[in-house]
């Protein structure tokens, strides 16, 4: 009797498929578990304790937030209250943000939510693409607090005449057609100023997520968010 192939072995085939489909579902339960640990929100606790996540928590805005080339990754990296001798955040160095560096976890957490809720109910992401969702009619919102262009030389700084990054950023929300930036201006859409405190705060927060360097070459485009 000649001898069976093993490929033409029906009981091989389904004994592969059974150790394949168990091998699948369990790296599947633990890319799950991972990603879970990954996009988990961190604590003002983990900031005090110079902890690194890839979300912070919400008092990172109590923090000074750079963009900085991490030459081991290979791209930009958020870096969170100044450097350390590694390059890394060493979350340290405070920023006023309305005016206040000691926003509680409580209070920070609020104005986030609205942030969320307001980017939600003004549909920010039927033109605009946050972390990676969204549309391509307007620019990337990801990083958006990084563009030089609301910082204290920036020109739409200048053009809403205030004097820190965070006002400049709500007055343009609340106020976008007196501040014509591109050709695809921003409709009014009625943002109220507890609105646009709340999506600064957002947006702010958003640029210190670790996102792999996206949007890549970010930090090396001047005005990249505005479009210029």
């Known amino acids: 009797m000649a001898n069976k192939s093993v490929w ?84 340290q160095e405070k920023e006023k943000f309305f005016g206040r560096d000691d926003w509680t976890e409580e209070e920070a957490g609020a104005l986030l939510h609205l942030g969320k809720l307001g980017s939600q109910a003004k549909n920010c992401m039927n033109c605009h693409t946050l972390l990676g969702n969204g549309a391509y009619y307007a620019p990337d919102l990801t990083k958006a607090w990084l563009d030089p262009a609301w910082g204290p030389e920036g020109s739409l700084q200048a053009m809403t005449g205030k004097n820190t990054k965070e006002e400049a950023m709500a007055e343009f929300l609340q106020h976008p057609s007196q501040y014509p930036t591109h050709e695809r201006m921003m409709p009014n859409l009625g943002i109220t100023a507890d609105e646009a405190k709340g999506l600064v705060a957002f947006l702010k927060h958003m640029s210190s997520i670790d996102t792999n360097g996206f949007p890549r070459n970010f930090g090396k485009i001047q005005g990249a968010v505005h479009g210029k």
């Open 8 to 91: 033409s072995d029906n009981r091989f085939w389904q004994r592969t498929a059974t150790w394949v489909t168990g091998f699948a579902a369990v790296l599947l339960i633990w890319l799950t578990f991972d990603t879970s640990a990954q996009i988990s929100m961190g604590t003002d606790e983990d900031l005090k304790q110079g902890v690194t996540k890839r979300v912070p928590g919400p008092t990172v805005i109590n923090y000074k937030i750079e963009y900085l080339m991490d030459a081991k990754r290979g791209h930009e990296v958020p870096v969170i209250g100044g450097k350390n001798a590694e390059g890394r955040s060493a979350f």
